[in-house]
């Protein structure tokens, strides 16, 4: 039975959720009970399901005795970990890229480890020094995937795609997420990128926030929902206010709601349902009590824009999609 508002896996980010303890030390080598108290807060929000994004804790460099701790964590608190976000492990970094590889395979080992269902991925590489340095880090350009670049274009799909045979193997989906000034980072270079890696278990993490967030003009959200959506099989949700002056070179965009932003997420459900879409979830945010918008930002996806019924015309998908048995 397709998926209905009222079971559709929605994960809570974790976004607000630090790495490093305030009085020393990091998540990563807390006791249970620092785990214990972020999934109980997530739960408490009112989510079933969390991303354990690796800003907060890296599921693959946990022992096998770790991993099984963090699972019998999240499940005392009542909460799945069907997915986990790798974030900024490039593996065309050209500084960094045999070890973002060889982290993104035991992201993989330990998302099977957990009964996790996605990993997401992406090309999108560490801040710099002046986008640490802002209040919100994309009103400075990072990184830039170097463009007309056949050699470092080969290097992405070769490894993306020795990536996503690993997960094949282990019974996963893997997700590339959409960035700005990356290979994924448009469109027609996402579903480029797709094609030239031509594995069904690879599909796209439409982040279409991480697009229209940028300072400068952008590509037509309408036309990007309908490049980008028919190959979805995970999704970080988030929204933007976004102003524009192009008379006078102007750009901004600050963090909204879902329903207050400049994407239309009632368009872009219907798009990608349209064609298949299936895959979890994910709502995002940034800034302020982040978890609380997240939770506001489910209830808007359940309440308004999910099929309320299992009758609805579900087409037929382009890449493979996941089955993750919801939670109560």
């Not at 980010?13 to 998540?27: C, I, K, M, S």
């Not at 960035?179 to 594995?199: C, F, K, N, P, Q």
Request: glycine share 8%.
């Amino acid at each position: 039975m397709p998926y209905t508002a009222a079971d559709w896996p929605i994960t809570a980010a974790l976004l607000q959720f630090p790495h490093d303890l305030p009085g020393g030390g990091t998540v990563q080598d807390a006791d249970a009970s620092v785990w214990m108290d972020v999934f109980t807060e997530v739960r408490e929000a009112g989510f079933a399901d969390v991303d354990l994004f690796d800003g907060w804790v890296r599921p693959g460099d946990l022992s096998p005795r770790r991993l099984d701790e963090l699972k019998r964590t999240a499940d005392a608190a009542g909460v799945g970990t069907p997915a986990i976000s790798a974030i900024r492990r490039s593996v065309i970094d050209a500084s960094n890229w045999e070890e973002n590889l060889a982290y993104s395979h035991r992201t993989l080992e330990a998302a099977a480890h957990l009964g996790s269902e996605v990993v997401s991925i992406g090309l999108h590489q560490a801040l710099t020094t002046k986008q640490r340095e802002q209040l919100w880090f994309w009103t400075v350009e990072g990184h830039r995937d170097p463009v007309g670049d056949a050699q470092v274009w080969g290097d992405a799909v070769a490894r993306i795609r020795e990536l996503g045979r690993h997960a094949a193997e282990l019974g996963l989906l893997l997700s590339l997420e959409m960035y700005e000034d990356t290979y994924i980072g448009t469109g027609d270079s996402a579903v480029r990128l797709l094609h030239d890696i031509d594995l069904p278990n690879v599909g796209l993490n439409p982040d279409l926030g991480n697009l229209v967030r940028s300072h400068r003009p952008i590509e037509n959200i309408h036309e990007l929902i309908a490049k980008t959506m028919p190959y979805a099989n995970y999704w970080h949700v988030k929204n933007y206010v976004r102003d524009e002056n192009t008379a006078r070179g102007h750009y901004s965009a600050m963090p909204a709601p879902l329903e207050s932003g400049v994407i239309s997420y009632r368009e872009a459900f219907k798009v990608a349902i349209a064609h298949g879409f299936q895959g979890i979830i994910c709502a995002e945010h940034y800034g302020g009590d982040g978890l609380s918008v997240c939770a506001s930002n489910q209830d808007y996806l359940r309440n308004r824009i999910l099929p309320q019924t299992a009758d609805y015309r579900l087409g037929t998908p382009l890449v493979a999609q996941g089955r993750q048995q919801p939670r109560p």
